[in-house]
């Protein structure tokens, strides 16, 4: 801070003697002097630091933020499968209320993995799409072929096979073999051609609208997951300026008896600022 000052006072003493120097700059008596104390009141104030540069997300960062935001979408999967005909789904919504959800899911993890009897558009082209989205994600967020695959069969057997479906259903079998392995095979082609559309300006066949469809097509989770992001403000622009979340635990009330008065419960509590 000191070799600051002695800066500041040096150009002072300059253009105080060579005030010719200053005409050269074209440059008013009051706005020099508006400069010096400007820059007198920075060297001098500890309270007004310099912004730091805001560092880059680490590649552990970035993929906790995806994973999350695949949460949040197979969540949204399990409801759009929901409300499908059961003909469609092979779920059976009558025993899919909310008492029976916890027991459910028990049961069909302690069952499985099984044969499953779906059709096989669902269990040899739906499953590895969904596969390889789940592995293009990675790709882009920087892992590499290999870890993408790890990724993709940890996504596939944990989020969805024996985590949100395991509630309707009993994990398959073909669905934990065929996502993740087909589905990063034919990820990888999916990265390539979409690097390809990227580099040629986001352009198909000279197009912006087929390359922006092909690129969503390519890639649907990035792209839902950077719309989730921007709508909790963690991109430029969001909807959502800033949110927090805090465990909150709260005992049980008893009376002087012993008696409960109140039950205990634990949730989490959710701000946000718009």
Known sequence: MLRRVHWVLFLALSLSCFPAAAEG?????????????TQAIQALDPATPETP?????????????ETRNLGIMSLGIMAIIYVLPEEASNWDRS?????????????????????????????FVGH????????????NQGLTGMESFGYSALMSTFLWEMGVEAFAETPSIQDLLVTPIIGSIVGEGFYIWEQRILDNDGLLWGSPALGSSALFLLNPAGSVSKGINRLLGEEENGFIKEANSQLVV???????????????WAGVRLQFKF
């Open 25 to 37: 700059f074209k440059l008013s008596q009051v706005e020099v002097q508006k400069i010096l104390n």
């Open 53 to 65: 540069a805001k560092q880059p997300a680490s590649k552990f960062q970035r993929m906790s933020r």
């Open 95 to 123: 025993e899919m209320t909310p008492d029976k959800l916890g027991d459910r899911w028990i049961r069909h993890n302690r069952r499985g993995p099984v044969w499953d009897k779906d059709d096989w558009p669902l269990n």
């Open 128 to 139: 590895p799409y969904f596969g390889a989205a789940y592995y293009v994600m990675a790709r």
């Open 250 to 264: 709260q005992q049980a009330r008893v009376d002087h008896s012993g008696e409960a008065t109140q039950p205990g």
